[in-house]
């Protein structure tokens, strides 16, 4: 039924209804964390002091817990899981399909720069408060006991305000606020995937008889509609996996492939198709080989095949190979195609991000 409600969306409310909902969402989220952290720091007297004390007594992992990779362990490939993910949520949280979506769909230059102002706002302001609700559910619930009911930690959230608001309140506005922000961030990427269906495979001349309606617009929200289909269908056998594994993937895939798709395409004039090609595809190539082989997907409790275990590697964040890596083959593949007219191609995007142009 969520699945239905997300294809909707995407079909009939398109790029200007998902971002009305869109600003609905950020609303609500910012008020329910706020609350939340409101009620956190107050009971513990507004003292930070006290707040990180207690988090760190109650996580079980003493003053290690305040400490940066803690859940990586120790050793060198701690150090490397650790880089590996600064380094891949950093690109990746630019890079998403649903965030360049809107970016380019700016206006102008000066758009879309106040747009990432914004957003880029909003992202520490949550990311503090969420950092005070995390220390607040360590220190009121404590490890053991958070990881007893979701050794993921994904409904820590839930937990902390059941605890400090008992009335339900708190903990109904957590959901509608949950909900919504899976409802259209969802959304966002089926239409994003949509748009490339519509752009790039299914035919631009419209049909005789249908010149008078937007032939790329239809499409577009038939490739929503079919997108849509078949996302629910995946999402069916993947609903019990661990949602470490399927963010992991997401975020190694945009800030692998599409990070290096779009620094060379607005910096480097030598960028070509063969290059793109060759970054995407061996990136994601790349990114999925070592997923498979790694905990994530099997020889872990929480991993998405519990029951297995044909893991060959202990990094569980492929980004420090998978991001050089996609620069790489976007370079090679680039050098190895030259005479394709890209330099023509990078001027004009250049004159249209500087300028108040739409950006095409």
Not at 32 to 52: I, K, Q, T, Y
Not at 199 to 215: A, K, W
Not at 287 to 307: C, I, N, Q, R, W
């Amino acid at each position: 039924m969520i699945g239905c409600l997300v294809v909707s969306l995407a079909v009939s409310g398109g790029v200007r209804g998902t971002g009305r909902v869109q600003l609905v969402k950020v609303v609500v989220l910012f008020a329910v964390m706020a609350g939340a952290a409101f009620l956190v720091l107050d009971r513990f007297g507004w003292n930070p002091d006290r707040l990180l004390g207690a988090a760190a007594a109650g996580s079980g992992l003493g003053d290690a817990f305040l400490g940066p990779g803690v859940q990586y362990g120790s050793g060198p490939m701690a150090v490397a899981n650790r880089f590996g993910q600064l380094v891949t949520v950093a690109l990746a949280v630019c890079c998403l399909p649903h965030v360049t979506m809107r970016v380019l769909g700016a206006p102008g230059g000066r758009a879309t720069r106040t747009a990432m102002r914004w957003a880029v706002g909003q992202l520490i302001a949550i990311s503090a408060l969420l950092l005070v609700v995390g220390l607040g559910a360590a220190a009121v619930l404590g490890g053991p006991a958070l990881s007893g009911a979701d050794p993921t930690g994904s409904i820590s959230l839930l937990l902390v305000t059941q605890a400090l608001s008992p009335g339900g309140l708190l903990v109904s506005a957590v959901f509608s606020a949950v909900f919504l922000t899976a409802l259209t961030t969802v959304a966002d990427v089926t239409l994003a995937a949509a748009a490339s269906v519509a752009r790039d495979l299914l035919p631009r001349r419209p049909r005789p008889g249908t010149e008078r309606v937007p032939h790329q617009d239809r499409h577009a929200r038939w490739a929503a509609a079919a997108v849509g289909a078949v996302t629910v269908g995946l999402s069916l056998p993947a609903a019990g996996w661990n949602l470490l594994v399927l963010s992991t993937l997401a975020m190694t895939l945009a800030a692998s492939a599409l990070a290096p798709v779009l620094v060379y395409t607005f910096l480097w004039r030598g960028f070509t198709r063969r290059g793109l090609l060759w970054s995407v595809y061996g990136a994601s190539a790349l990114t999925f080989a070592l997923l498979a082989v790694s905990p994530l997907f099997s020889g872990s409790p929480s991993a998405a095949f519990p029951g297995l275990d044909f893991h060959a590697t202990a990094l569980v964040n492929p980004g420090l190979v998978t991001i050089p890596a996609g620069f790489a083959l976007g370079w090679l593949g680039s050098v190895l195609d030259r005479g394709s007219g890209a330099a023509c191609g990078y001027a004009d995007l250049a004159a249209a991000v500087t300028s108040d142009a739409p950006v095409r």
